[in-house]
C-alpha cells in the first residue's frame, strides 16, 4: 500500500468537496474554488469529513497514481484554506522590481525593463525593491510564476547576481586569480 495513498485527507471546516461521477474533485472553500480531474482508476469516498483514496490493483503505475492523485487533491484543499506562497529575492547594484498595477516591472540589468502580467489567481506583491512574493491558491499555479519571474535572470555562481528563491542557497565559485 502507498504510504501516502493511504492517508485520508481531512476537510477542514469550511471547505466542501464534491466528487462527480466521472472522478472530477471540485473544491471550495473561503479563498476560493479548484477543479481537477482524477484518474478514474483511482476511487475516491467520502467518509465522515475525509476522503479516502483506494486502488484496484498492485501494478507499478496504478502504486504512483495512488499517492499522486491523493497529494494532488490534499493541495488543493491547503490552497483553498490556506493558500501557497512563494518569496524571491534579487540580488545586484541596480537590480530591482517594482509594482504598477497588475504588472510586475523588473530591472535585471537589461537594455529594457521586464514587465510581467498577473495570471488570473496569482497575486504579486513587492514588499521590498528586491523583494518579490507570488500567492495564489493552486500551488502549481504559485510555482510556475516563481520559477518564470526567476528564469528571467537566474542567479550567476560568480557574485551570486540575479533572481533566486529565498530559501534557494547558490553554490560560489571562485574567480580568476592573478598570474604569479
Known amino acids: 500500500m502507498s504510504r501516502i495513498g493511504k492517508l485520508p485527507v481531512t476537510i477542514p471546516a469550511g471547505v466542501t468537496v464534491k466528487v462527480s461521477d466521472d472522478n472530477v474533485v471540485t473544491v471550495k472553500g473561503p479563498k476560493g474554488e479548484l ?23 498492485e501494478e507499478k503505475e496504478t502504486k504512483a497514481l495512488h499517492g499522486l492523485y491523493r497529494t494532488l487533491v490534499n493541495n ?8 501557497f506562497s512563494k518569496t524571491l529575492e534579487i540580488n545586484g547594484t541596480g537590480y530591482r522590481a517594482q509594482k504598477q498595477g497588475n504588472k510586475l516591472v523588473l530591472t535585471l540589468g537589461y537594455s529594457h525593463p521586464v514587465e510581467v ?6 497575486t504579486i506583491d513587492v514588499p521590498a525593491p528586491n523583494k518579490i512574493v507570488v500567492n495564489g491558491i493552486d500551488k502549481q499555479l504559485v510555482g510556475m510564476v516563481a520559477a518564470n519571474i526567476r528564469d528571467y535572470r537566474r542567479p550567476e555562481p560568480y557574485l551570486g547576481k540575479g533572481v533566486k528563491y529565498e530559501t534557494e542557497v547558490i553554490r560560489r565559485k571562485v574567480g580568476k586569480t ?3
Do not use: C
Not at 481537477?36 to 467520502?46: A, D, E, F, G, L
Not at 502580467?117 to 496569482?122: K, L, V, Y
Open 35 to 57: 477543479t481537477r480531474q482524477v484518474n478514474s482508476i483511482i476511487s475516491i469516498k467520502s467518509e465522515d469529513g475525509r476522503l479516502v483514496f483506494t486502488r484496484p490493483n
Open 76 to 83: 488543493m484543499v491547503v490552497g483553498v484554506t490556506q493558500g
Open 178 to 180: 592573478g598570474k604569479k
Open 117 to 122: 502580467t498577473e495570471p488570473a489567481g496569482i
